[in-house]
């Protein structure tokens, strides 16, 4: 059911307006509700997200909270990073390919909400299986409270520092970084907490 609240998302884009108003109709014909969640359109069923539209630069697409478990059986799923584990992307540069693909999206989106009913999670990797910046990893082993504040951390949070860690080209850098992170790895926070 389309949602007033959303409306403005369909408004304000200019570069992809008619690929995500048809977009939005496909979604809508196969009865998820329309909220807005993370400043888009998010479409959920019984209060789970499946979908969501977002616009960028380049191209516009769907991103499927757990992707990752759909058939891709056209070859049109996209994982945005590597490090990016459950949502998969169909991105779009105009709207002849939805035309073309409707009916394979709207197949996708049945699919994505069988996977949510039925309880299926898409297997992170664990802390264990993620590659530590080299300097953090020193870090860890010398500083035990650090190593136990950084292991309660959620997957996402100790990815972010990874990432965030990883992103510098020297050393200097990286332990700068890692340096002005510890106090809020030890209070428990994220990143962008």
Same mark, same amino acid.
């Given at each position: ?5 959303? %409306? ?10 008619? @690929? ?61 990073? $590597? ?11 105009? !709207? ?5 693909? $409707? %009916? ?15 309880? !299926?999670?898409? @297997? ?38 990874? !990432? ?22 030890? @209070? ?6």
């Amino acid at each position: 059911m389309m949602n007033p609240k959303v %409306d403005f998302y369909f408004t304000k884009e200019k570069k992809w307006k008619k @690929e995500i108003e048809k977009m939005r109709a496909i979604v809508l014909s196969t009865g998820l509700s329309e909220e807005l969640k993370w400043g888009c359109p998010c479409y959920t069923n019984q209060g789970k997200n499946i979908v969501l539209i977002h616009a960028f630069k380049e191209y516009c697409a769907f991103l499927f909270f757990k992707g990752a478990l759909l058939k891709d059986t056209h070859s049109i799923l996209v994982q945005q990073t $590597e490090n990016v584990q459950a949502p998969r992307q169909i991105r779009f540069t105009n !709207l002849e390919e939805i035309l073309k693909l $409707e %009916d394979v999206l709207r197949a996708h989106i049945f699919e994505a909400i069988e996977v949510e009913n039925s309880g !299926l999670k898409v @297997e992170l990797k664990k802390i264990s299986e993620l590659k530590l910046v080299e300097e953090f990893e020193q870090k860890l082993n010398e500083f035990a409270e650090l190593k136990t504040a950084f292991e309660a951390l959620t997957p996402g949070r100790q990815r972010a520092y990874n !990432l965030f860690f990883s992103a510098a080209k020297q050393t200097k850098t990286r332990e700068s970084r890692i340096e002005k992170c510890i106090p809020a790895i030890l @209070e428990g926070k994220g990143l962008n907490d």
